[in-house]
């Protein structure tokens, strides 16, 4: 798991309406998941509603810390005077690199910024999508790989029952709780998740939660 702690300005955050219910039934199947839940009682995701934020986000943290994207995420928010596609694809690639991004990084965040000011994406359209074809579809943009795309479902989206078996923060999470600390598969990840349908986004944040003391928000 990589993301920015900071919420996106100027918009109130939404909470899934489906979180309470969610709750209730995976403390009744899952004493892992009950006890962690406790923990961190009143707490729940949300979404801004900002798409190009949501997948900005997604690839300021690819591949670093939560930590590390904070920081970068920051200094890209002072350097555009806020991340929209207008100051991003105006940016000079130097501007931005100077935030800590690579040059990859870069030209993905530019692309993705020119798809959005020239109308060639139509987020209003992705509500519609089922999980699996939206996931195709943000994958066929460059720097929107699997993970990524997993994300937008989950903190733009809101959708329930989203599980990212690549993310590195969803194996260490389940290694520690359900695996002793020691090496799991992803078919043994499959396995115990099974019985978090169809809420395993919730289960996945608290998971999440529980390795880190600011909640993750993309």
Not at 138 to 149: N, T
Not at 181 to 188: K, P, V
Request: one cysteine or more; glycine letters at 8%; proline letters at 5%.
């Amino acid at each position: 798991m990589a993301a920015t702690g900071a919420a996106p300005r100027g918009r109130e955050a939404v909470k899934p309406d489906y979180w309470k219910r969610a709750c209730r039934e995976l403390a009744a199947r899952d004493e892992v998941l009950a006890g962690i839940m406790r923990a961190y009682r009143g707490e729940t995701l949300a979404t801004r509603g900002d798409a190009f934020v949501t997948l900005a986000r997604s690839i300021v943290g690819q591949q670093i810390s939560v930590k590390a994207a904070d920081s970068v995420w920051r200094r890209l928010e002072e350097a555009t005077g806020g991340v929209e596609p207008g100051s991003v694809s105006g940016a000079t690639t130097i501007r931005l690199q100077r935030c800590g991004l690579s040059l990859r990084k870069v030209e993905y965040l530019q692309g993705l910024a020119h798809a959005f000011a020239d109308g060639s994406l139509r987020p209003e359209e992705w509500h519609a999508r089922e999980d699996e074809a939206l996931i195709r579809e943000l994958s066929k943009l460059r720097g929107i790989g699997r993970w990524s795309a997993e994300m937008f479902l989950i903190f733009h989206l809101l959708r329930p029952d989203v599980l990212p078996l690549a993310d590195l923060g969803l194996q260490r999470a389940i290694r520690l709780h359900y695996h002793n600390g020691r090496a799991i598969s992803l078919r043994r990840m499959q396995t115990i998740a099974g019985p978090w349908r169809p809420w395993r986004t919730v289960a996945t944040w608290y998971l999440w939660r529980s390795l880190d003391p600011v909640p993750v928000e993309y």
